[in-house]
Every structure is written in structure tokens, then in C-alpha cells.
């Protein structure tokens, strides 16, 4: 097999068949030759004595080949046998010696092959079942302290209400009793004036019989002895008022507590979380993967690439009132929204006929469709993310504080808002509802250190992975829809330079290298696949990708308004 240059390695659209001179498409994998193979030479390979036993498999379901790794004992061969007695890697002339005598041997690149699948197996797991479960019962708990805290605010809400009502009831009675002692008050003293008044009278009578003693003794002596004799009237006789006495309440905390009522944690146990069975999510893993076997041929020819004469031009737009093509946001009703680097902002139908055209402050990645036919954009300068309906009316959608929106993308998965920002010397990526409140940020990974250092384009995959093209760091950033990072993808020999970024109905991941005149095909892990489009299809400076509905691929390059669409799944 002829060996490829960085540079040819670099041009190459698809997997090149392993046979020498043949450049055609490796779709098939020979397992024990372990080079990909055409269709041509697959047939070829089986035909021939010397290869018609080889297992030849799709590509997808290759065998992973054994690390090389050289004998201690005889440098020029390869250890590519285990001896099952003693458990030892070892080459096939050290299984010739004499302490392997008797020993039977296993292939060590089968139990490579097996170690490998079952590790592949965990690690499907990992993904597909422990993380999800986890991050299920997670949200969960976040759920339930939510609700604990709206129990308990209600607790203290009624235990306010009732303290309340008590202390109405106790400021009534008390007012009632209050009153009560008024009247007591005015009837007790009302016998005392009466009584007063009794003595008042009396006193006046003794005055008068004074006055008469003092005339009858003012008499002579002859006529005293025939006067009459006075009487005095007794005293008149009063009671003394008896004053009401106040009995104090008997009552203490406990008799209030009572009275208030007070919180009690239930005897009931507390029921366990409900942990989704690994058994249904390894039924469906089988499942799928039976599905997926019965079905190789129609599954390989609709998931993997096409040839590269297969990538096909399907029609070219050139975009009035730009200078070049940015950014392009691919809407409902055949409408393109498509930016240059000077911030102009224009909307055109599929003639190229202009529709609209606003001014901003620009950006890369800083608009984005949405389901419901509108468009969001950034303003950078202002701090604030507008929306654009269909009528044309221009509405403040949300205000980023003192962070400034660089990135945006409207979730085809549930209409969440994805925003790329930073704010001095920090980066994160946060994500709204479709009705504009936060509720995430993204921002470190599980070290504490930053995730992001300039996240100009913004995208979501089908899995809810969420997809950053970093210039800065010459990186794609990917992260979970929880915001664990997942993988960073550096580039294939060559120094990345990423710009526009975007997913198909595959997962397959394409970003745009503005460097190397390169659009790569990633699959949903970060592996490469392929370039998908490179200077042999007349692309110069591509800035950005975006597909439509019929999984065409829109792109637009730095040098030029013309807005491309290409086929590249069948």
C-alpha cells in the first residue's frame, strides 16, 4: 500500500481502500489483513487462494487490531499469543521453548478483539444507561428540594395564620374584659356617690337639729320645763363595696403550643428512589444491535458517507446587500437569513430576492431560526438577544447583564436558547427556555478549570450534546446536555481553526476550518470521519454550515456572498 503524505491524507473525502493503486471507497474491512477494502477488491480478496478464508465485515463492525508490541526475547516479532496454562503474552517462537511444551495457545488479537467489544459494551453503557439513570434521579432530588421548600414556606405560612387568628382571639377577649371592668367600675362607684349623698343628707339634718337645741336652750326657765324633747334620728347605715378580684389565666408554653399546633416528621419510611432496571436498556442495546446487524447493507449505505462524486452541488444563492457570508441561519418557508463581517443582516428567499436587512454589531455565530419561524440574534454592544418574527417586528428578547452574548442556537430538540458569552477573562455557556428564563450555565469542567475560552459558534446535537467552536483554544468543545465535558477535537494532523459548526439527523458533527479551507465530518463521539468538502469542491475561507429540513448543507465562505448547497447523505 502506497503511503499518503500529511498533505494527500489531508485532501482525502472518504477511507481509502488499503489495496496499492486503488483509491476507491473502503467501505468493507478484511479482519485478517486488517486494511480497509472497496467492493472490487472485497471480491477480489475472496476469490483469491491465498485470502478466500479472510473474515471480511462492513467497516463499522471491524475487529480492532492488536497493539504492536515487540518480544524481549526476540525483538523482531511481534507477541500475538497468550498460553493459557501460564497465563503469558508471549510470540510464536517463545511458544516453541521448551517450558511451553504440552501448552495450548490462545490468539491474543481474539482476546483483543473480545476485551475490546466488552469494554466498548461498558462503556455504551456508561452513556446510554448509568449516566442518564443518574442524571435522571439527580434532576429528581433537585425536583424534591424544590417542592420541600415550597412544603415548608407553606408550613410557616399557616403557622403565621393561625399565631395570627390566636392573637385576634386574645386581643378581643382581652378588650371584652377591659370593658367589663369599666362597668363594674361605674355601677360600684355610682353606689358609693349614692351613699355619700345619704351622709350628705344627714349632715344636714344635724346641723338643723342643732339650730333647734340651741333655740330650745336659748328659753327661760319657767317655759324649758314645758317644751318637748327632741329626738335624734340614728345614723343611716352604709355597706362597704366589695372590689372584684383578678384570677390570673392558668396556662403555660405547652398550652399554647397546643393551641398553635406544631410540625411532626410522618413515622411512614422514607420510599426509595425508583432506579431505572439496566436490564431494559440492555434488552433495547440487543435489540438494536440484532436490528442493526439484520440491516448492515441499508444501514451502512444511509449512515455513512457517500463517495465524494456523490457530495453534489444542488444550487448556489447570491446574497444581495452583503459583502460575504458569515453566518446563515436556514428558516421555515424557504427563507435564508445570512450576515457578513460588517454586521449587515439580511433575509432573502430561495430567488436570492432581498426580504429584509437590519444593522447590527455583528458577530460570527450570532443568529439562529427557530422552530416557530422566528429568528434570534445577538447584540454585543447592548447586551441583549432580540427576536425577529415572521411580520418583521424587531422585540427585546434577553437582557445578558454584564455579559456579552457572542454565540446563540435554538434547540430543535425543545426550543432552549443555547448562548455562548464571556465576561472579562470569563467564558461560559448558558441556556435559556424558549420563553427567555435561565436555567444552566456552563462553565467549568470537574477539575475547576474553564471549558471555554472563545465560543464563536454554538450548536446542539441530536443526543443533547452541545457543540462549541472555540477559535481560540483551535478546538471543538463538546459537553453533555447536563455540562460534563465530554471530548475536545483538536483537528487530523492539521492546526484546527473552527469556525461555523453545525449537527445532522445522524449526530454526525461538521465544523468548518477556516485555515485549511476544510469542512470535517466528525461522528457523534468526536471520531473523524471524513472531509467532507475541501479546495477540490472550490471551497475557499468556509465560515458556516447549516442544514435544512431535507438534510441539504448550506455553506457560506469569507470570500464571497454566495451561499452553496450541497448533498451529501443519501
Known sequence: MTELSDEQAAMQHYLVCGTED?????QFYCNDCHRPLCEQCRDDHLKSPKTKTHEIVLYRYRK???????????????????????????CSKCSTREEHQGHKFDDLEEIYAEKYALQQTEFSKIQKYFLPTTEELKKNIDEDATEIKKVMESIRTSMKAEAKSLKNLVDEVTSENIEQT???EKSLLKMLNSQETTYNDYIAYLEKMSDAFQEYLSITHHKLLFSKTLKIQSIPETTKPVPPVFTAGQFNKHDVSKLLGKVNVPNSKPEKRKIRAMEAVTTHMKSTEKQLEQSKEKSDMKQTLSLSSSVTKVREYRVPGIDNVYHVSVGKSDRLWVTDYRGNL?????????????QTSGGRGYHTATQDGDLIYTDQDKKVIYRITPD???TEFI??????????????????????MDRDKEVKVTRYSKAGKEIQNIQWDKQGRGLYSTPHFITENINGDICTSDINKRAVEVVNKSGQHRFSYTGQGLVLCPYGICTDVLGHILVCDGYSNIVYLLDQDGGFLSFILSPQQGISYPCCVCPDDENNLYVGQYNTNTVTVYKYLQ
Open 182 to 184: 369599666y362597668t363594674m
Open 22 to 26: 486503488c483509491q476507491e471507497n473502503g
Open 399 to 420: 437582557k445578558t447583564g454584564d455579559w456579552t452574548p457572542l454565540s446563540v442556537y435554538s434547540s430543535r430538540i425543545n426550543g432552549d436558547i443555547l448562548v455562548g
Open 392 to 394: 418583521r417586528k424587531i
Open 346 to 358: 439580511v433575509q432573502t428567499d430561495l430567488q436570492g430576492n432581498l426580504l429584509q436587512k437590519i
Open 64 to 90: 480492532q487490531q492488536l497493539p504492536v508490541e515487540k518480544c524481549e526475547l526476540h525483538p523482531t516479532r511481534n507477541i500475538d499469543m497468550l498460553c493459557k496454562e501460564c497465563q503469558i503474552p508471549l
